[in-house]
C-alpha cells in the first residue's frame, strides 16, 4: 500500500529536510568553495496560502509548537480572521492540511556522504540521516505531544516511496536551463525549469491529495553544493549539481505553490555525533515492514492517533 498518495503521506517529505531565504537575484559572484561539510538551514513556504503567514512564525526552540500556535490564533483581530477564514475557504483540501503539517524550518547535517537532516511540525519532530555512499538510511519520527515515535532503515530505493513522491521525468516533462542565475545563501545557483507535458496527465486526482505531477517546477542547483544532499526533498530529479531552491507549481493558475530553499550554509567541522540519531526499539525494516510504518507514521503525523493492533509502542 502506497501511502505517498495521502495527503499527509505526500507532506512527510518537507519534514526531511527543510530550508530557508538567503535568495536574490545577482549579477558576477564571489568564488565560493565548494561545499564539503558544515550545516545547512533550510526553510519550506507556501506563497500565497494564508496559514503561511502565520505558521512560518513558528519557533520550535521555544518548544510546544502547539501553544504556539494557539497564541498566534488568539492574536488575531475581528478583521484579520475574516479576512484569513474567507482565503482559507478557497484552499484545496489538500493545502490546508499540507499547510498545517509541514515543517517551516530545518538543519541539515552534513560530511562528505553523509547527512543527517532535523526538522519539527505541529504535530511532530523528524530526523533523518542517509549514506550516500552505502545507500541506506535511518529515519526517526516522533510525536510533539505523546511519547510514541517510529524509526526504521531504507535503502535508496525506497526513498520514492517514503517521500520522494514527485518524480520529474523526460518522458513527462521537458526541461530548459536558461542563462538566469541567482544567489541562494551565498552560492551561485542555475536556474531550469521543468513543464508538465500536454497529456502526461496526473495519477493523483482524488479530492484532498496532492498531484504527484505538478504542472511546473523550478529548479536551482549549484556546482558548489553535493549532488547528495538532493535526496532531502520530496522531489527527484536528475539534476548532476546540489539543489538550492526548488519552486513547485501544482496547479496551472500557479496559485498553489511550495517553495523549498537554503538559507544559510556555514562550512564547519561535523562530529559523529551530530550524524547520529537516537533510536528506540523497535527499529523497523522499511522493506520488510512497509504497511506498518506507513500506519503507525499516519497516525502519529495526525496528531498521534491510536496505534494499529499488535504495535510494540
Given at each position: 500500500?502506497r501511502?505517498?498518495r495521502?495527503?499527509?503521506?505526500?507532506?512527510l517529505?518537507?519534514?526531511?529536510?527543510?530550508?530557508?531565504?538567503?535568495?536574490?537575484?545577482?549579477?558576477?559572484a564571489?568564488?565560493v568553495?565548494?561545499?564539503?561539510?558544515?550545516i545547512i538551514?533550510?526553510?519550506v513556504?507556501l506563497?500565497?496560502?494564508?496559514?503561511?503567514?502565520?505558521?512560518?512564525?513558528?519557533d520550535?526552540?521555544?518548544?510546544?509548537?502547539?501553544?504556539?500556535m494557539?497564541?498566534?490564533a488568539?492574536?488575531?483581530?475581528?478583521?484579520?480572521?475574516?479576512?484569513?477564514?474567507?482565503?482559507?475557504?478557497?484552499?484545496s483540501?489538500?493545502?490546508?492540511?499540507?499547510?498545517?503539517?509541514l515543517p517551516?524550518?530545518?538543519t541539515i547535517?552534513?560530511r562528505?556522504?553523509e547527512?543527517?537532516?532535523?526538522t519539527?511540525?505541529?504535530?511532530y519532530?523528524l530526523?533523518n540521516?542517509?549514506?550516500?555512499?552505502?545507500?541506506?538510511?535511518?529515519?526517526?519520527?516522533s510525536s510533539?505531544?505523546?511519547?510514541q515515535?517510529?524509526?526504521?532503515?531504507?535503502d535508496?530505493?525506497?526513498?520514492k516511496?517514503?517521500?520522494?513522491?514527485?518524480?520529474v521525468?523526460?518522458?513527462?516533462?521537458?526541461?530548459?536551463?536558461?542563462?538566469?542565475?541567482?544567489?541562494?545563501?551565498?552560492y551561485?545557483?542555475?536556474?531550469t525549469?521543468y513543464?508538465?507535458?500536454?497529456?502526461?496527465?496526473?495519477t493523483?486526482?482524488e479530492?484532498?491529495?496532492?498531484?504527484d505531477?505538478?504542472v511546473?517546477?523550478?529548479?536551482?542547483?549549484?556546482?558548489?553544493?553535493p549532488?547528495s544532499l538532493?535526496?532531502a526533498?520530496p522531489?527527484y530529479v536528475?539534476?548532476a549539481?546540489?539543489i538550492?531552491?526548488l519552486?513547485?507549481y501544482?496547479?496551472?493558475e500557479?496559485?498553489?505553490?511550495?517553495?523549498?530553499?537554503f538559507a544559510?550554509?556555514?562550512?564547519?567541522?561535523i562530529?559523529?555525533?551530530?550524524?547520529?540519531i537516537k533510536?528506540?526499539?523497535?527499529?523497523l525494516?522499511?522493506?520488510?515492514?512497509e504497511?506498518?510504518?506507513?500506519m503507525?507514521?499516519?497516525a502519529?503525523?495526525?496528531?498521534?492517533?491510536?496505534?494499529?493492533?499488535?504495535?510494540d509502542d
Amino acid at each position: 500500500m502506497r501511502f505517498a498518495r495521502s495527503f499527509a503521506w505526500s507532506f512527510l517529505p518537507f519534514a526531511a529536510l527543510l530550508v530557508a531565504a538567503g535568495y536574490s537575484p545577482t549579477a558576477p559572484a564571489p568564488a565560493v568553495a565548494a561545499f564539503t561539510q558544515g550545516i545547512i538551514t533550510t526553510k519550506v513556504s507556501l506563497p500565497g496560502n494564508p496559514y503561511d503567514k502565520y505558521l512560518s512564525k513558528l519557533d520550535p526552540a521555544k518548544g510546544n509548537l502547539q501553544a504556539q500556535m494557539q497564541q498566534l490564533a488568539a492574536g488575531l483581530t475581528p478583521a484579520e480572521q475574516q479576512k484569513f477564514q474567507a482565503e482559507a475557504a478557497k484552499l484545496s483540501p489538500a493545502m490546508t492540511i499540507g499547510a498545517l503539517m509541514l515543517p517551516r524550518k530545518g538543519t541539515i547535517y552534513c560530511r562528505g556522504q553523509e547527512a543527517r537532516a532535523t526538522t519539527d511540525a505541529l504535530t511532530y519532530h523528524l530526523e533523518n540521516y542517509f549514506n550516500n555512499a552505502t545507500n541506506k538510511g535511518l529515519l526517526l519520527l516522533s510525536s510533539q505531544s505523546t511519547p510514541q515515535t517510529v524509526n526504521y532503515t531504507y535503502d535508496a530505493a525506497s526513498v520514492k516511496k517514503t517521500w520522494q513522491t514527485i518524480v520529474v521525468t523526460a518522458q513527462d516533462y521537458t526541461s530548459k536551463t536558461g542563462p538566469e542565475t541567482a544567489l541562494v545563501a551565498g552560492y551561485l545557483s542555475k536556474k531550469t525549469v521543468y513543464t508538465l507535458k500536454p497529456g502526461a496527465a496526473a495519477t493523483t486526482t482524488e479530492p484532498g491529495q496532492i498531484s504527484d505531477k505538478p504542472v511546473a517546477l523550478d529548479v536551482w542547483t549549484s556546482a558548489q553544493i553535493p549532488q547528495s544532499l538532493n535526496f532531502a526533498h520530496p522531489v527527484y530529479v536528475a539534476e548532476a549539481h546540489g539543489i538550492t531552491r526548488l519552486v513547485v507549481y501544482f496547479d496551472k493558475e500557479r496559485k498553489q505553490q511550495l517553495v523549498y530553499e537554503f538559507a544559510s550554509v556555514q562550512p564547519k567541522a561535523i562530529t559523529d555525533q551530530d550524524l547520529k540519531i537516537k533510536t528506540t526499539a523497535p527499529v523497523l525494516d522499511y522493506a520488510k515492514d512497509e504497511m506498518q510504518v506507513a500506519m503507525k507514521t499516519l497516525a502519529l503525523m495526525m496528531g498521534g492517533g491510536p496505534q494499529p493492533a499488535g504495535s510494540d509502542d
